[in-house]
Each structure stands twice: as C-alpha cells, then as structure tokens.
C-alpha cells in the first residue's frame, strides 16, 4: 500500500546549527501530516502538524513544511540542541483516521 | 494532566501464552489506537475505538489479536497464543474529539515472545 518514507536515515549535526529533517509520502488523498521524536524506550511525543491547506507552519524552534506538489514534507529544528537527539518520524492521514508512518530518521547532535 | 499511560511496560511470555496489553488514555479523550512497531520500524497501525465502538480492526494481523474498549475509557489488547513474529513494542495513542486528529503517545509495552 502506500506510505510515508524518509529520505536519509541518519543525520548528524553540530550543536547550534539547523536541522532539516525530510519526507516524502505517497497517497496524494492525505490531507494532514504529523512530526513525532522517539527517544529510546519511550512512546512518540507530538512535536508538530499541519493539514494539507497549509504549506508552512511553525512552532518553537520547529518549522514544518509542505510541498503538494512533490508530496514533500519537512521539519526544520533551528538550534539543535544535544536534547534534540532521537528518532524523528512522518505521520500521515489519508481517508481514515489512523496515521500511516515512515520508518525514521536518527537525528544525532555533536557537542 | 496525566498522559497516555500503558501497563504493563515490559511482558515476557512462552510461545503459546495468552497476554492482555492495557491502555488508560489521556481523561475525556474520545478516540483511542493501538499501534504496534517493530525493532527500527516506525508504528503501524492495529486498531481505532471511538469512545466504545471499534470503528476500524483492519491493522490487526490476525485472528489473535483482540482488542476492547467496554466503557468506553480504558482498552485491553488481547494475544493469543502468542507467536515470537508478535514480539515488538505496542503503542496506545489517544486523541480528543473530532476534528482533532493529534495523536498523544503512550510508553508502550515492549512485548517478547520466547
């Protein structure tokens, strides 16, 4: 079936800098996406969402931002801070209500 | 307030055993999921109750799993003769009324099938 993939597995990053963490998805029908981090042994945390009539959204320090038009998504971190270090997951929703997810990205923050 | 809380957090069982996974939702939340993820996976979805009516089971691998929701608050996901492929963490998620479609996490319990 469809689903949602990450384009690079791992990403390392020196503390202080920006993060851009990317998506693709494939069902063209999702009309709302969802950014989770996973630390180890701990359930998602919700970091950040949009719906599909936006193109941008941000939070503190996370911006997420989506491209319809190349079913493109992205969380950008601004000052990754060595806390930041986890698994970062997309989530999508298409025609029901559970969310499909991709299989991750480890973000890793160098001191 | 409390989140998503899951017990037991860690189960062990022989092949065969039967377990039940427990979930409490976050107070008042409507919708509750059961998802289940593997070892470097991200979730995968079970299950989908609205307050007590389990609306959608087509995420359940087989005829094993069960899951119930009786009051409408807490949830039970139940294994059957537990096979080692069950083997992997399992994730409550709850989420208040529609539209809102945020989906609160769970601990999740980390199942192994011996």
């Known amino acids: 079936g469809e689903s949602v993939g990450l384009h690079l597995p791992t990403l390392s990053v020196q503390e202080g800098d920006n993060s851009i963490i990317n998506c693709a998805y494939s069902n063209s029908a999702s009309d709302y996406f969802i950014w989770y981090k996973q630390e180890s042994g701990k359930g998602p945390q919700f970091i950040i969402d949009i719906r599909s009539n936006m193109d941008k959204r941000q939070g503190q320090r996370v911006t997420v931002l989506l491209n319809k038009t190349v079913k493109h998504l992205s969380l950008q971190i601004a000052a990754t801070q060595p806390g930041d270090s986890a698994v970062y997951f997309c989530?999508?929703?298409?025609?029901?209500?559970?969310?499909?997810f991709g299989s991750g990205t480890r973000l890793q923050v160098q001191p | 307030g409390a989140g998503v809380s899951q017990s037991p957090r860690y189960k062990v069982a022989k092949r065969g055993q039967d377990v039940a996974l427990r979930c409490d939702p976050i107070s008042g939340h409507v919708s509750l999921f059961w998802y289940q993820q593997a070892l470097g996976q991200g979730p995968e979805f079970l299950t989908y109750?609205?307050?007590?009516?389990?609306?959608?089971k087509s995420g359940l691998p087989s005829d094993r799993f069960f899951a119930e929701r009786p009051e409408g608050s807490v949830s039970t996901l139940k294994i059957q003769r537990t096979q080692q492929e069950d083997s992997a963490v399992y994730l409550c998620?709850?989420?208040?009324?529609?539209?809102?479609?945020?989906?609160?996490f769970g601990p999740g319990t980390r199942l192994t099938v011996l």
């Open positions: 998620a709850s989420s208040p009324s529609p539209p809102s479609d945020t989906q609160y």
């Open positions: 109750f609205q307050n007590e009516a389990q609306l959608d």
């Open positions: 989530a999508e929703r298409a025609s029901r209500r559970a969310l499909t």
